[in-house]
């Protein structure tokens, strides 16, 4: 965990490091090389940072939102029991993003999220491919690898733990329309009301996007896309 920002009713914790490599990832530096955020926050730490804003009284009361963001949070077991403790000093609305590679990969790694009564985190899974071929261009991971974010859906769903569903899947440079639909499609197949908790999204060109999608469009030839720059806060 590194940098911390606000933005309307939330603070964000900025984690640093990640087990994919995605083309359209706005994450920084700190993603390739994690160290660039040292010295790493502890649960405590990021309390007492909260006093940086003025938002704070409101996330250690209970009442505004903590969110982790920028990079993977989950990446070991200890991401997990890093979480318990920020759970047990600000009890409030906590987002979590995640891709879901190491839920998906043990099933009690959500058991553990789910036993965090009475105010487990808020899972926000980031779904990037349906299929091995896709999944392997888009986040440069083995492709089997798939599969682990809907497993990491399945053992959310048994456990009952809250969550949502986002993708990039509303620009056909990123994700073409059989890709979208695939990926739809497995979705109903694990519980078909999982499609009302997929959020679309378009495809976004922050300044670490752009130089990534560059990067990929060079070393396989294509054209960058154009679309705006958005105004970003955090
Ligand atoms: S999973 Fe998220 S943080 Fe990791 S590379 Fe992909 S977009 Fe970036």
New binding site residues.
């Given amino acids: 965990m590194g940098v911390a920002g606000a933005c309307g009713g939330s603070v964000t914790v900025y984690v640093a490091g990640?087990?994919?490599?995605?083309i359209?990832?706005?994450?920084d530096s700190s993603?390739e090389d994690p160290v660039l955020l040292a010295p790493w926050w502890t649960p405590e730490r990021v309390a007492q940072a909260l006093g940086r804003f003025d938002r704070h009284d409101r996330i250690l009361k209970g009442t505004g939102i903590l969110r982790l963001s920028?990079?993977?949070t989950f990446l070991s077991a200890s991401s997990v029991r890093f979480l318990g403790r920020l759970r047990s000093l600000i009890p409030g609305p906590l987002v979590v993003e995640t891709?879901g590679i190491l839920l998906g990969s043990d099933r009690q790694f959500v058991s553990d999220l789910a036993a965090m009564k009475p105010n487990p985190p808020f899972i926000r899974l980031?779904l990037?491919a349906a299929t091995p071929a896709h999944f392997q261009r888009i986040?440069g991971g083995a492709g089997h690898a798939v599969d682990l974010p809907f497993s990491a859906i399945s053992f959310l769903l048994r456990a009952e733990a809250p969550f949502d569903l986002e993708a990039v899947s509303l620009s056909p440079e990123l994700m073409d329309s059989e890709e979208r639909d695939l990926l739809v499609a497995r979705l109903r197949s694990i519980h078909p009301p999982l499609v009302d908790r997929l959020k679309e999204e378009k495809l976004t060109l922050y300044p670490s996007t752009r130089r990534r999608m560059k990067a990929s469009s060079q070393a396989s030839g294509t054209r960058v896309p154009t679309c705006p720059l958005p105004n970003r806060t955090t």
Wanted: hydrophobic fraction near 20%; charged fraction near 30%.
């Fill in positions: 990640c087990n994919l490599r995605c359209d990832c706005w994450a993603r920028g990079g993977e891709n980031s990037k986040t």
